[in-house]
Structures are given as C-alpha cells and as structure tokens.
C-alpha cells in the first residue's frame, strides 16, 4: 500500500509514518516544516526532496535506477501539502491512501490568527480532496473533538449536535461538512477521526500554544515554571498517540464505505489538569507551578463516547493515561 501522510514530520505524523514503514507500506510524506522535525524520522531510512518540484526528477530516476528502488526507504518532501506538484501527483494516483494530519492546530492561535488558520484548514484542505477525489482509495483525514464545543453529554456521542467555540473548531466542522458532500458528489472516500487531546512522545513543549502535557514536560526538563491555566479543574480525555496511529490504520485497511463518517478516537475517560500536575509534584517534588489566566476558546471538559470506533473498527485505546505519561516522560528524559 502507498500512502501519502501530510504533515508526516510533526508529532502525529512522524508515529503514524514509523508505524506504517515498520508495517511494509510504502511512506511518502509532504511537510513544510513549520512544525515538523526531521529528527522525529530518527531510526528509519528516509530520504528528503528540498521541495515538490523535485518529484520529477525523482520519478525520472526511478525508472532508470530499478536496483536502487528495491531499498526501503521514506520519501520527505519539504513544501506545502497543497503545492500544484504534489496536488498533481495526488491527481495520479499515486497513492492508495492519504492520511491528512497537517493543520494548524492550536485554539488559541486561531482565535488569534482566524483568516490564516481558516485557510490553511479549510481552503487547502479542499484542494487536496479535490486531488484525491478519483484518483486515491480513501483520504483518512484528522479531525478534532473541539467540534463539540462544551458538550453536556459525556461521554460524548458523535451524534452530539456540533458547537464549535473557535475558529479552529468552527474550521473542523466545516471540513466535516464538506467532506459528506465530496462524498455524495465525486469519487471519494472520506473518513472523519475526532481526536481527543492526543500526547506523547515526539510533541514538543516549547511554544506558548502548546499542549498542557508537552508544555510541563518542557519545564521539568528545563527547569522551567509550569504553567497552569485557570484553577485546573478542568479535565481532558487524554489520548496517547499509538491509539491514535492505530484508529488511523484502521481507518485506511477498512471495507467500510464511510462517505465521511466520523469517529471519535480517545480513550472514553477524562482526567483533570490538576490530577496531572499532582502526579507530576509527586514525582519531581521541587517543580514550580505558577497560576495563569483561562486560555480563550478552551472548554472545560471532554469525555468521548468510543463504543462506534470500537464496533465497527476494532479500535482498542491499549495505553492509557498513567502509561502513557510514564511513556512520555522517558521520551522527554526526565522519567528518573
């Protein structure tokens, strides 16, 4: 199977491309790298291209270097994944799959930055399944649990009506509904993935819109402030990302016909910011934690209802929350 993973450098990616290497696929990966990190690739054979235009000459040395291509190995394409190019080569039917993860993903950088965001995350995004449309099997798209907004129902159902409170939030649903019409109108498969709150390794800490988890790590290693937003009451469905990278196989290797259904992918419990950082103190007894205000957008509680991804995909969220973060903190170096 070939499969082209947008934003395969960044934190999702990069897991869903090791898995899916270390499965036999054969892995390309588009990122402009305003997020991304070559180093996420470590421990796999990985080849880079500077920009898409380079894909010409790439197919041109392919068909004449046949020895050479019986080597494993990732294709990186350092540009952006709605380039003309790599468009066109979507067109070709050159992969069986896309897996879109690129995004701009943080709340509070789109209610800061709406025209940019909505861009990137609607109007880009409807290209590529323009590409994709007749020419790949299925596109397994990232979408994200902000849909809800402050859902009263927990767990969460997917039948929940959306109210999205942020641009970006507001920018997911809107996919959502395209993707359901793309569906009805063209030769297309969509697959909707509601993520919850996913954390792990290879997430880094060190922006101000980064994760709770990725930004206390951050502090910890450098002997840094954690910051805590608002009185910490709130509570997340924390998602490890090997069960993200596992609904998102599941997703492409399924007979199903979704024509844009949508799932959630979590773990189907919730654990508060204060719950962390008590662990946290517990563990690392000199750490300091200073008081900030409420982020703007952010809702106060998500739990997922995951028995539809479980039923009709096998999905099974294996890592919980404690692993998890014993798991994330060994990444960061600082589990000791």
Same mark, same amino acid.
């Given at each position: ?20 290497? $270390? ?74 799959? =896309? ?21 990137? &995350?609607?109007? $880009? ?14 596109? =397994? ?20 009506? $959306? ?27 969509? =697959? ?52 993200? =990278?596992?609904? &998102? ?20 419990d919730r654990t508060s910011n ?11 007894p000199d750490i300091e934690v200073v008081s900030a205000p ?43």
């Open positions: 199977m070939r499969a082209l993973i947008t934003g395969g450098c960044g934190f999702i990616g990069s897991n869903l491309a090791s898995a899916l290497f $270390k499965k036999g696929w054969k892995v390309t990966i588009v990122d402009d790298m305003s997020n991304g990190h070559l180093e996420l690739l470590e421990g796999l054979e990985f080849r880079t291209l500077p920009n898409a235009w380079f894909l010409d000459a790439l197919r041109d040395f392919e068909k004449t270097n046949s020895e050479f291509m019986k080597r494993d190995f990732i294709t990186v394409i350092q540009d952006d994944f709605s380039n003309s190019r790599v468009l066109q080569s979507v067109a070709d039917g050159d992969y069986d799959v =896309v897996f879109h993860q690129a995004a701009v993903p943080r709340v509070s950088y789109s209610v800061e930055n709406p025209a940019e965001t909505t861009y990137t &995350n609607i109007s $880009k995004t409807i290209s590529l399944f323009e590409a994709a449309s007749g020419s790949t099997k299925r596109v =397994v798209w990232a979408s994200s649990s902000s849909v809800y907004g402050g859902a009263e129902t927990m767990p969460t159902p997917e039948t929940q009506d $959306k109210s999205p409170k942020s641009p970006y939030a507001w920018q997911k649903s809107a996919v959502e509904d395209a993707a359901k019409i793309f569906c009805s109108l063209y030769d297309i498969d969509i =697959v909707c993935l509601r993520y919850f709150n996913v954390f792990g390794p290879g997430q880094y800490g060190d922006s101000p819109y980064s994760t709770a988890i990725s930004a206390w790590c951050n502090a910890i290693k450098t002997s840094s402030p954690l910051r805590s937003d608002g009185d910490g009451t709130q509570s997340r469905d924390l998602c490890y990302v090997d069960n993200v =990278v596992q609904a &998102n196989i599941l997703a492409a290797e399924s007979d199903i016909k979704f024509d844009g259904r949508e799932y959630n992918i979590a773990c189907g204060n719950e962390i950082l008590n662990f946290l103190r517990e563990r690392f409420w982020r703007s957008g952010d809702v106060m509680h998500t739990q997922a209802d995951i028995q539809k991804v479980k039923s009709e995909l096998g999905y099974d969220p294996s890592v919980r929350i404690w692993e998890g973060l014993e798991r994330t903190l060994q990444w960061w170096g600082i589990s000791e």
